[in-house]
C-alpha cells in the first residue's frame, strides 16, 4: 500500500519540476524608467497564475532644464522631444491567468486577465507570450498584452503593452 501512495503522490507532486517564476521587463525600464516585476506559479501542466506590479519613477525624475531647452532649440530649430511621464500612469498591476501548449513557462503562451492602473477604470487584459530558454533556469520572455477598454478607448492597441524581459524559472 505504501508504494501506490508513494506512486499516486508523485504523479502531483515532483519536486524538480519548475514551478515557479520571477522576472522583469527591460522595455519598461527603457522607455518610461518603469521598474517592473513579475511573478507566476503553475497551478498545472499547463495554466500558470501570474502577478505583475510596475512602478514609473519616470514622473519623478525631472524634464530638461531651461537652458538645456533653449540650447537644443538653437542647434536643432525645434523643441526639444522629451518623453511626457506625467500623463502615464505612476503604478500599475495585474493578475493573469496563461494557457502553455507545451508546459508551464516554456515556449508560447496565451495570457487573460485584468489590470488595474492608477489613472483609468480596471480592464480585462488579453495577450500572448513566449518564454525561450537561455541558460538552465534563466528564459528571455517576450509578451504583448493589451487593455480592452484601453483598445476601444484609444482606437489602436496601447504603446505599453509589448515586453521584453528576463526571468528565471525555479
Not at 524608467?33 to 505583475?52: L, M, N, Q, R, V
Not at 514622473?59 to 506625467?86: C, M, N, Q
Request: charged share 20%; aromatic share 12%; proline share 4%.
Amino acid at each position: 500500500m505504501a508504494i501506490s501512495t508513494l506512486v499516486i503522490w508523485g504523479a502531483y507532486h515532483c519536486d524538480g519540476q519548475e514551478r515557479n517564476v520571477i522576472g522583469t521587463d527591460l522595455v519598461s525600464a527603457l522607455t518610461s524608467c518603469g521598474i517592473a516585476i513579475h511573478f507566476g506559479h503553475a497551478i498545472s501542466d499547463k495554466w500558470s497564475a501570474e502577478a505583475e506590479a510596475c512602478v514609473n519613477i519616470g514622473r519623478f525624475i525631472k524634464g530638461p532644464e531651461a537652458k538645456e531647452t533653449e540650447h537644443w532649440k538653437d542647434l536643432y530649430g525645434s523643441e526639444l522631444i522629451y518623453p511626457s511621464s506625467v500623463s502615464t500612469y505612476l503604478t500599475k498591476a495585474s493578475i493573469s491567468f496563461c494557457f502553455w501548449p507545451r508546459t508551464a513557462f516554456d515556449g508560447p503562451a496565451l495570457i487573460i486577465g485584468g489590470q488595474i492602473k492608477d489613472r483609468g477604470s480596471p480592464d480585462m487584459r488579453i495577450g500572448f507570450g513566449y518564454f525561450c530558454r537561455i541558460w538552465k533556469g534563466l528564459k528571455a520572455t517576450l509578451s504583448y498584452t493589451a487593455g480592452i477598454l484601453e483598445w476601444f478607448e484609444n482606437g489602436h492597441p496601447p504603446d505599453d503593452g509589448l515586453k521584453i524581459g528576463l526571468a528565471y524559472v525555479f
